[in-house]
């Protein structure tokens, strides 16, 4: 274990009274992190699930589940007060384990947000001495005991730095993963993880060091970012990264035909700062390669979610009215005229062709790095909202009499596309002119 002391020196988002019952509890071999949001509601299912999987699959190592919680703590502890009898043992056919779980609930210190979430969680882990963990969303409806073995047996028996989920999800349920994140990291980073941005992964030790070494946790990047920013750092530093097999996933809908947009802003702002940060590493990469994939994939359906393609076409277009002016300094010019031609285009026959979605998306990518005139990088992201409104109606209508899994492959298309024509993306980045400047 590390020296603790010079541990607790460097924490910044656990506050006191946490600290004195992790100092009581002295060391864990996993430590579960559940970052919350008032969600008293969902996280007790959470809660139980982290705690039945770590007796099942992990009896011998002692474990500690912690909830980082942003908002009202007290309901959050009554949650876990309500827990203390393990009634749910004898129901789920589990033994109790001989070395119980300590599960504490701690209101973490710093800015709001999911970063200093999950900052609380990773000093926890490393205060404690942890050798593997997991973290997991508050708002599941899905997770069972098995997502614990899943997140964490990868590291624990495999040797894996950084595990993310691989979900059944509904084809037009995370649509900015299916459209932006995924693609990006398959074509820049060469590597095919299909839920970047997944809010359920397993880490290693030495990636949690890895992490809090980083200099952006006062950052947006942190702040709204941090699970592209994790999955990106994972890549980008050769840890040994796998996926493992959910199943479905249900969770609080975010539907895609609603707005967005905050959530949009957050992810791919940071993915846009990320490919600064890392264009030593992804301009030199070529290709793209599978990562493994462990569990039993099964086809289970998920729920359906309907959606609005026609309001998402009209939040283009008023789009459009809006930032045209704008485009017009962003885009390449034979992009921008199409771009204006889609604007035009009758409902029934809307379509944003794949191939100027991607040089579209890149050409913003290029802008975010090179503002000029004045402008700012949340007003580049602001115009380029309604442009993602348009592909993701675009893809349901083109997917909207196919099944998830004839949808899985429109998408896998896209990213293959996204890869063949990262050429563009290079020369248009190494060009090095100032975006903007064209009249």
């Known amino acids: 274990m590390l020296d603790s002391g010079s541990i607790v020196d460097k924490c910044t988002a656990?506050?006191?009274?946490?600290?004195?019952?992790?100092?009581?509890?002295?060391?864990?071999?996993?430590?579960?992190?559940?970052?919350?949001?008032?969600?008293?509601?969902?996280?007790?299912?959470?809660?139980?699930?982290?705690?039945?999987?770590?007796?099942?699959?992990?009896?011998?190592?002692?474990?500690?589940i912690l909830i980082s919680e942003g908002g009202q703590i007290e309901e959050t502890e009554k949650v876990v007060e309500s827990l203390k009898d393990k009634y749910y043992f004898d129901t789920a056919f589990i033994s109790k384990p001989r070395i119980i779980t300590e599960i504490v609930a701690t209101k973490y210190v710093g800015h709001s947000g999911k970063g200093t979430a999950i900052k609380a969680i990773f000093e926890a882990a490393r205060m404690l001495g942890a050798q593997a963990g997991c973290m997991l969303d508050s708002d599941l409806r899905s997770i069972s005991p098995e997502w614990i073995e899943l997140l964490l047996a990868p590291v624990i028996k495999k040797g894996f730095g950084f595990v993310t989920p691989y979900y059944s999800r509904h084809k037009y349920d995370g649509t900015i993963t299916n459209m932006i994140?995924?693609?990006?990291?398959?074509?820049?980073?060469?590597?095919?993880?299909?839920?970047?941005?997944?809010?359920?992964?397993?880490?290693?030790?030495?990636?949690?060091?890895?992490?809090?070494?980083?200099?952006?946790?006062?950052?947006?990047?942190?702040?709204?970012?941090?699970?592209?920013?994790?999955?990106?750092?994972?890549?980008?530093?050769?840890?040994?990264?796998?996926?493992?097999?959910?199943?479905?996933?249900?969770?609080?809908?975010?539907?895609?035909?609603?707005?967005?947009?905050?959530?949009?802003?957050q992810v791919v702002g940071t993915i846009f700062q990320l490919m600064d940060i890392y264009q030593h590493k992804w301009l030199k990469v070529k290709g793209s390669r599978p990562t493994a994939i462990f569990g039993f994939e099964s086809e289970a359906s998920p729920k359906p979610l309907h959606v609005n393609s026609?309001?998402?076409?009209?939040?283009?277009?008023?789009?459009?009215?809006?930032?045209?002016?704008?485009?017009?300094?962003?885009?390449?010019?034979?992009?921008?005229?199409?771009?204006?031609?889609?604007?035009?285009?009758?409902?029934?026959?809307?379509?944003?062709?794949?191939?100027?979605?991607?040089?579209?998306?890149?050409?913003?990518?290029?802008?975010?790095?090179?503002?000029?005139?004045?402008?700012?990088?949340?007003?580049?992201?602001?115009?380029f909202v309604p442009v993602y409104y348009a592909k993701t109606a675009t893809f349901v209508k083109k997917t909207e009499n196919l099944d998830t899994h004839q949808a899985e492959e429109v998408i896998k298309e896209q990213c293959t596309t996204f890869e063949q024509m990262k050429s563009y993306l290079v020369e248009r980045w190494n060009d090095g002119k100032q975006e903007g400047q064209r009249q």
């Open 14 to 64: 656990i506050n006191e009274s946490t600290i004195a019952v992790l100092k009581q509890i002295g060391t864990a071999d996993i430590v579960i992190g559940i970052p919350s949001y008032n969600n008293a509601d969902t996280i007790s299912r959470v809660i139980k699930a982290a705690e039945l999987g770590l007796a099942k699959y992990f009896p011998k190592r002692k474990g500690v």
């Open 310 to 383: 026609g309001n998402m076409i009209k939040i283009f277009k008023d789009g459009a009215e809006m930032y045209m002016p704008l485009w017009k300094e962003i885009l390449e010019e034979e992009n921008f005229q199409k771009i204006q031609e889609v604007s035009k285009m009758e409902d029934a026959y809307f379509e944003l062709p794949v191939e100027l979605w991607v040089k579209v998306l890149f050409d913003f990518a290029v802008a975010h790095r090179n503002v000029a005139n004045g402008r700012s990088a949340q007003e580049i992201i602001e115009a």
């Open 181 to 265: 994140a995924y693609p990006l990291t398959w074509s820049l980073y060469g590597r095919r993880v299909r839920q970047p941005i997944g809010g359920d992964f397993g880490f290693s030790d030495e990636l949690i060091a890895s992490l809090l070494s980083k200099d952006v946790w006062e950052t947006d990047i942190a702040r709204f970012g941090i699970d592209i920013w994790m999955t990106t750092v994972a890549i980008c530093e050769n840890f040994k990264i796998c996926q493992s097999f959910m199943g479905t996933k249900i969770h609080d809908d975010k539907d895609p035909g609603k707005d967005l947009s905050p959530m949009f802003k």
